[in-house]
């Protein structure tokens, strides 16, 4: 590919272009923000990282063949160091990298494919996921992004974010684009709103599930979450679709129909959302009505309710009919990898694979399986290192509240000592009898499955999908549900 670098400037937003030095118009060849891929004739973006800045590697690009250097850093002394070099001094080199990855792509090549976007707390993969199997159903071709898995419409790929960095994202888009998707249901994560990843996507829906504490080490607080969440709406989305039995969906909705033209439609059991959910009670299976139409599903929990609500209201409103959605999900075996995923042992104890890593993920899968048929409900979990330290007394309040017995171990303990975040979530608990901790994961579900007994649930929770610990900066591998049935086989 070769393009002017007038062509590209011209479509980056004026304000965010501070500054140029030695310029000339000229043929390009590339567009990277990694030195070490830098080619002959190429633009470098030195992005200003959380843990790195690019303006560091500058020289390196230079001597590497880049032609045009863009920085946040003042250009002084640049532009005689390098005079055969063009400097360009912006703002915001994350919103800019994005924009440059779209660019490479072609102009708006994104507009064919219909965006379903995802964001909150808890439910976004559980959504993404159903979009994606009931496009299957209603023959429907679709790509998929989110915390499990990529596809592109032909090929299936590891997920390594829960929307993935912008030179992948725009990749994957491309590739939908090619291979001709309908659609593409993605989640939408807070960091990759704080991140500018989305550059100037425009999705037909986007979705707004819950607000709950999380991430408050990276957002500081639940203010500064909610705003970046409500930033997607602002910015990228044409119809929101929001649950407002939420305290955040309530003001998101209010707030969005105040001061935005955005379409707005509300659900939830409140009476005065657009699509109203009245439960039918079901110890077997998930019944429900939403505007007085039947649903029901092989989803177990109140809050697929919701997940499948998200999925419904957003459907009709591209145009599907709700009796073809009725009978898509009524007759369809749906399932989320992790998501309350089961396992049933000789013993007649059922163990759910889940991956509630939150407080109110951890306080949903536990109210909902207390509704189950069940003698004993035996609860194993821990909490991820270097992240948010708040919600670890309430997990452990949560589960020795919810649960007859509680294991604590460990879930990722990443650069923390495992014991001291098991600390942390027993601080809230010190005093009850009905925990115990071991630090091994591994003998934590083994002992877990080792004193269960006929009529018991055991509930595995943090990890779900998940095939790794992370320990001192390596992922080791290792799987929940893959534990259970070595144990299960005796081994």
Not at 232 to 243: D, G, L, M, Q, R
Request: hydrophobic share 40%.
């Amino acid at each position: 590919m070769s393009f002017k670098l007038s062509d590209f400037l011209a479509e980056l937003p004026a304000e965010l272009i501070k500054g140029k030095m030695n310029y000339a118009d000229c043929i390009l060849s590339d567009i990277t923000s990694n030195s070490q891929k830098v080619v002959r004739d190429s633009i470098f973006i030195a992005v200003n990282g959380a843990n790195v800045d690019g303006a560091d590697f500058i020289c390196e690009a230079i001597q590497k063949g880049a032609k045009v250097i863009l920085t946040e850093r003042n250009l002084d002394g640049w532009g005689a160091k390098y005079p055969e070099i063009v400097f360009i001094q912006i703002e915001n080199s994350r919103l800019i990298n994005s924009l440059s990855c779209e660019f490479l792509c072609g102009k708006n090549f994104w507009e064919q494919l219909t965006l379903l976007g995802v964001t909150g707390t808890n439910g976004k993969t559980t959504t993404v996921y159903l979009l994606y199997q009931i496009f299957e159903q209603l023959n429907k071709k679709s790509g998929l992004i989110s915390t499990i898995k990529y596809f592109d419409g032909k090929t299936s790929s590891a997920s390594t974010h829960t929307t993935p960095p912008a030179e992948k994202l725009f990749s994957l888009l491309s590739a939908c684009s090619s291979n001709l998707c309908e659609y593409v249901p993605m989640e939408i994560s807070s960091h990759s709103l704080a991140q500018c990843r989305l550059g100037s996507l425009k999705f037909r829906i986007g979705m707004f599930t819950n607000l709950s504490g999380e991430h408050l080490d990276f957002h500081h607080d639940m203010e500064n979450y909610y705003q970046i969440k409500k930033s997607f709406f602002v910015k990228h989305v044409e119809i929101a679709v929001v649950n407002i039995d939420n305290e955040y969906g309530a003001r998101l909705a209010e707030e969005l129909k105040n001061e935005t033209a955005i379409k707005v439609v509300t659900f939830g059991i409140s009476k005065s959302a657009d699509y109203q959910i009245k439960i039918i009670p079901s110890s077997k299976k998930t019944e429900f009505t939403l505007n007085d139409i039947e649903f029901c599903s092989n989803l177990l929990g109140e809050y697929n309710i919701y997940n499948l609500t998200t999925v419904i209201v957003s459907l009709m409103q591209l145009g599907f009919a709700p009796e073809v959605l009725k009978n898509v999900i009524k007759n369809s075996e749906l399932t989320i990898p992790g998501r309350l995923e089961l396992i049933t042992l000789k013993k007649d104890v059922r163990v759910f694979i889940d991956y509630a890593h939150t407080d109110d993920a951890l306080k949903n899968v536990l109210s909902n399986l207390k509704k189950l048929p069940h003698k004993k409900i035996i609860v194993v979990f821990g909490c991820g290192g270097n992240r948010d330290k708040f919600k670890r007394p309430r997990m452990g309040e949560i589960a020795s509240t919810l649960a007859d017995w509680v294991i604590i171990t460990t879930d990722n303990p990443r650069f923390e000592e495992p014991m001291a975040i098991i600390d942390d979530i027993k601080s809230a608990i010190q005093d009850r009898l009905n925990y115990e901790i071991i630090e091994n994961r591994a003998d934590a579900i083994k002992k877990a499955l080792a004193i269960s007994e006929n009529g018991d649930i055991v509930i595995i929770a943090g990890k779900g999908h998940e095939n790794y610990q992370e320990i001192n900066g390596e992922r080791c591998y290792f799987s929940d549900s893959e534990e259970v049935r070595k144990f299960e086989m005796g081994k």
